[in-house]
């Protein structure tokens, strides 16, 4: 056996990037930087809203509001009700929670608020696999197979701590063996299949209503090579349903994903059809995303109970996010659903986008030219990050972490 010093590992490591990535008057460590340095500055958690939710009686009906979902959902499975002890563990262990209290149950706000809470990064990565433009619908499944979910979703404004209304969520994930609908891509199922672009399963958009509150009936995802099991959430304000109820226009408050427990994802992908899939599992932690998420103090994982007695009988999961409605971000769609069916978004480039200075206005050609461009180099960067990671599973994660700080030096070295 050869053994690589840990020189030449970075050393390899930077030789690949820096080809795959050199771009001339661009510096990706300063790009970086300046995302890290945003992280830390912007209110990204509802710690500060904790007094006021619980004043206003947000915590006492989100708890009202999820028990009575839980029991319709069982309810309408032909389930039994389940009656346990009101727990929660820590979150780096485990997100599974029996949330079965009253609200005269002893302590309750303290319950419902660790159970509620789910801290996510203000501006996440939107992926390669974005598609603008597709269906308002509470139920995105389609006809796909796997574990049925119900995913309870609610935005509170980081600002005023209010619950925010008419806020559109837009989510999408890949299916059970790891395929996007709506996308014609390397790596994203059978190539071959045009058909594909046309696709439009676990795709959707819902808006808010007073409480903030929104609800998807989907399956749990499956995975794809590079990346952990996940879901992407975009948050749109002031756009337009059209007359075939598909979603147009508006800003973007929030671009991000959420991600599952790895004993509750290790469960699921021993069931059919997940247990199928040929495509090589990344666990959480050896994420790039999920470790940049909780370096940044994130807790990116949802809450949940199984329905019934096993994890095949569905599963309840929620979240509550928190977003600021004034900052506006920029989307970079792969594909575009028209009233003709999916077309290819040729000038895409897949990733986070840029941050509009955070005040909602429009930005000028130039800007908006400018924070595309940054977009389409992270997304180079993260690419070739997963690809790399697939392709080396021997180097250990950090050294992914720390390439855009090494790279500049390691170019002079080699």
Known sequence: MVY?????????????????????????????AERNAFY??????????????????????????????????????????????????ATDVS???????????SGVEDIIFANSTCLLSPEGEEGPYYVKGEYIRSDISEDQPGVEVIWDLQFINAETCEPIENLTSDIWHCNATGVYAGVIATGNGNTADTSNIDKTFLRGLQTTDSEGVVQYTSIFPGYY?????HVHVETHLNGTVLPNGTYTGGSIA?????????????????????????NTITENADDRVVSAELENDADPFLNYVLLGDSVSDGLFMWVTLSVNPSASYTSSPASELTADGGVAVSSSSSGPSGVNGGNGTMMGNALK????????QISRLNAGLDELRARLPWLPLKTFNLFPKLLPELRNRI
């Open 4 to 32: 690589l010093s840990k020189a030449f590992q970075f050393a390899a490591t930077a030789t690949l990037l820096s080809h795959a990535f050199a771009h001339q008057g661009h510096d990706l460590t300063q790009e970086i």
């Open 40 to 89: 830390k500055t912007a209110k990204r958690d509802l710690s500060h809203c904790d007094v006021t939710l619980r004043k206003r009686g947000t915590h006492a009906r989100q708890q009202e509001r999820r028990e009575a979902a839980i029991a319709k959902a069982r309810a309408a499975r032909g389930l039994p009700q389940k009656r346990n002890v009101a727990k929660r563990d």
């Open 95 to 105: 997100h599974l929670s029996s949330l079965d209290v009253t609200p005269t149950t």
């Open 225 to 229: 090579s590079g990346r952990a099991t």
């Open 254 to 278: 929030h671009i991000g994903q959420f991600f599952f427990d790895q004993d509750l994802i290790t469960e699921v992908n021993a069931l059919s059809p997940y247990s199928e899939n040929t």
């Open 369 to 376: 030219a400018q924070v595309q461009a940054r977009a389409a």
